[in-house]
């Protein structure tokens, strides 16, 4: 991710108020009823994010003519007090943010959708990474349990 979209209070170059990109957090109420909607079936996964270091999740994002992949989705809860949370999407033409970094706190579960506006571009096969950050840590470890999915042209839920 580049500096530029990184708020300077983390060590980026922005000084956009809240930042050059959206906060996870701010979703319109379809995707937040969608991810509530699927996330129930999936597969929680912790990470223990150890002082000074950052854990990332990395989704595969691969549709074909038959079946489009159009949003990847994920919700997540630290287990006691905050990370840094970032995403991005990287394929073989292009890497770009797609979450701008934000602290989150452990009280909420945090829910977050993306939206690709034509998977048939080969330019959107790739990988969403999630990643957690600590390192801004010298003592604390951390831990996240997140869940993670794809979803395809048809609104059902593709194999992550």
């Known amino acids: 991710m580049g500096a530029e979209y990184v708020p300077k209070e983390y060590g980026g170059e922005c000084e956009c108020e809240g930042g050059c990109l959206p906060f996870v957090n701010e979703m319109n109420p379809e995707d937040v009823a969608l ?14 994010v ?14 074909d003519d038959e079946h489009p ?3 990847v ?10 990370v840094v949370f970032s995403g991005t999407f ?3 033409s292009e890497n770009y943010p797609i ?9 909420d579960t945090i829910r977050g959708v993306y939206t690709f506006s034509d998977m048939n571009k080969s330019s959107n ?8 950050d600590n ?7 951390k831990e996240v349990a997140v869940k993670y999915g794809v979803i395809n042209k048809a609104g059902e839920e593709a194999t992550a």
């Open 35 to 48: 991810v509530k909607t699927v996330e129930h079936s999936a597969e929680e996964k912790v990470l223990k």
């Open 125 to 132: 096969h790739g990988k969403v990474t999630l990643k957690f």
């Open 69 to 71: 992949i159009t949003q």
């Open 99 to 107: 979450v701008q970094p934000a602290k989150m706190e452990s009280e």
């Open 50 to 63: 150890t002082a000074g270091y950052h854990e990332e999740v990395e989704i595969e994002v691969k549709g």
């Open 73 to 82: 989705w994920w919700s997540f809860k630290v287990a006691k007090q905050n």
């Open 135 to 141: 390192s801004y840590s010298r003592w604390y470890g």
């Open 90 to 92: 990287t394929s073989d």
